[in-house]
């Protein structure tokens, strides 16, 4: 099982590009998640996913969208890139019912120029 | 509302020392509490975790954190740290029922030889 997988592992844009961050998983959770993590600030949801077909915010959503393509996949937009999207995402997946643990992705570290 | 304190953000400790890393939560509710680990350049893992029942609970490398409901606590410790104890925790709350984990801002180990 490989778990949470993300692509990509680094990427660097300039302001006002768009992009699209893919996550997976294939440990047939229903919850999955997509949080970003800044310098002394800990990780900050931005937006979940508690079943397929169904996406909601979370505590910093401004500036991003959600897709939940399946019950494997979620991806995460940028649609127009800000210096202050710099930072680095993380791509989470739970199973409900099982206590709210939650199993991480690598990451991607995204730099905003 | 939810919210978790992690008092220290970064903590120096020498090799074979003990450690406590703190972390205080507030809810209204009943809550899961978890400590997850990141060891540099990777995603977050969890180390342990509080459910219900035995109010302490034990990771498979020594470290060991015990639920305080009337203090609203769940600090970590290890009596002995290693070298390879070098990371990043993050103390984790969720109330019982929710999708959702809040975590804190993260505690940095230094270990000094």
């Known amino acids: 099982n490989a778990g949470v997988t993300q692509t990509p592992k680094f990427q660097v844009l300039k302001t006002g590009q768009s992009m699209t961050l893919q996550c997976a998983q294939d440990m047939n959770h229903n919850s999955m998640y997509w949080y970003r993590q800044d310098p002394g600030m800990g990780l900050r949801l931005i937006y979940y996913s508690a079943s397929e077909g169904t996406t909601d915010k979370g505590e910093v959503p401004n500036g991003y969208n959600v897709s939940r393509l399946n019950k494997r996949e979620f991806s995460l937009r940028l649609e127009s890139a800000a210096p202050s999207q710099t930072s680095v995402y993380f791509c989470a997946s739970g199973r409900q019912g099982a206590f709210n643990e939650q199993f991480f992705g690598p990451g991607t570290r995204l730099t905003v120029l | 509302a939810q919210s978790v304190t992690q008092l220290d953000s970064q903590v120096p400790v020498f090799e074979e020392a003990p450690v406590e890393l703190r972390c205080n939560y507030s809810?209204?509710?009943?809550?899961?509490l978890f400590w997850y680990v990141q060891y540099p350049n990777q995603g977050l893992q969890l180390l342990l975790k509080?459910?219900?029942?035995?109010?302490l609970v034990e990771s498979i490398n020594g470290f060991e954190a015990e639920f305080n409901k009337s203090q609203t606590s769940f600090h970590l410790r290890k009596p002995s740290v290693h070298i390879s104890d070098t990371a990043e925790y993050f103390c984790?709350?969720?109330?019982?029922?929710?999708?959702?984990?809040?975590f804190g801002k993260g505690t940095r180990l230094h270990i000094l030889p």
């Open positions: 984790a709350v969720s109330d019982v029922g929710d999708d959702k984990i809040i």
């Open positions: 809810s209204s509710v009943s809550v899961y």
């Open positions: 509080y459910l219900s029942g035995s109010t």
